[in-house]
């Protein structure tokens, strides 16, 4: 991704006549968004007392302008509930001294999670992303360590000195800030909306993989499969009714993927072999 052609975001109560996708910025307020609106949902999926702040009107409009704003805010509260689970239980026993999220983006875990003071915790994204949530969130104390390390991530060299900044002790690296311009799924688009293509779809690179072949990629250097929480099993089970009236409204669509199939989408914790 170009740092070119992703300007700051815009401060919170301006633009917000503008609910158009125009820049991967514009995605990580849309996704802050969701989390605010699931934050206020009695049955919502993720609790996040930042998200608002940080989304700001414009980020709120571009949300709620989405033709698939439920299926939005379900895909994007399930994401961040099991991303959580996977994280605390992955940190419970002391082992992971240190967590880099690639691509934080407005991720809010350093600040929302109860996490122990002394690990450390890296976020890598682009200088006006990392100075925009350092803004908006500059009264509140993270409860960990937290350090933001400015980069291009799509540069070769800056992924290397990034990794030797982590240094050797056991780590975590937190990869969803940047999965959804990779992971593709199909049957999940359609369940959502038919044909209706994901907002961030135009700042995919053209040689992004499916999922099964990202899975196959990231097995193949090494990782393997050590725990996951899928979307369509899982999701659907924490989700309850509302899952159920999505799953209703999308077969009024013909949207359902074929029978029998399992959609792999979802959120997976890899080990290293």
């Not at 820049?23 to 934050?39: G, I, K, Q, Y």
Request: proline share 7%.
């Amino acid at each position: 991704m170009d740092d070119a052609r992703t300007p700051a975001p815009e401060s919170p109560g301006s633009g917000s006549e503008n609910a158009q996708i125009e820049n991967v910025s514009d995605t990580a307020l849309m996704v802050a968004a969701c989390r605010a609106l699931e934050t206020e949902r009695p049955d919502g999926l993720v609790r996040d007392p930042f998200a608002r702040r940080l989304a700001g009107e414009r980020g709120m409009a571009i949300a709620r302008a989405s033709p698939i704003p439920e299926w939005m805010c379900f895909g994007v509260g399930t994401r961040a509930r099991f991303m959580d689970e996977l994280l605390t239980e992955s940190l419970a026993n002391g082992q992971i001294r240190t967590v880099a999220n690639l691509g934080a983006g407005l991720d809010t875990r350093p600040w929302r999670l109860a996490l122990d003071p002394g690990l450390d915790w890296i976020e890598a994204d682009f200088p006006h992303m990392l100075e925009y949530k350092a803004a908006r969130l500059g009264d509140v104390p993270p409860g960990c360590r937290l350090e933001q390390v400015a980069t291009d991530l799509d540069d070769k060299d800056a992924q290397v000195r990034l990794f030797q900044h982590v240094g050797p002790r056991p780590a975590l690296m937190i990869t969803e800030g940047l999965l959804m311009y990779l992971l593709f799924s199909p049957d999940m688009l359609r369940l959502a909306a038919g044909e209706w293509k994901s907002p961030v779809e135009k700042f995919r690179p053209e040689d992004h993989l499916f999922g099964q072949a990202l899975l196959g990629a990231v097995e193949e250097a090494g990782w393997k499969v050590s725990a996951k929480r899928t979307y369509a099993r899982e999701g659907a089970a924490a989700a309850g009714a509302r899952a159920a009236s999505l799953l209703e409204a999308s077969k009024k669509l013909g949207a359902i993927p074929e029978a029998g199939r399992d959609d792999i989408s979802g959120i997976y914790l890899f080990k290293h072999a």
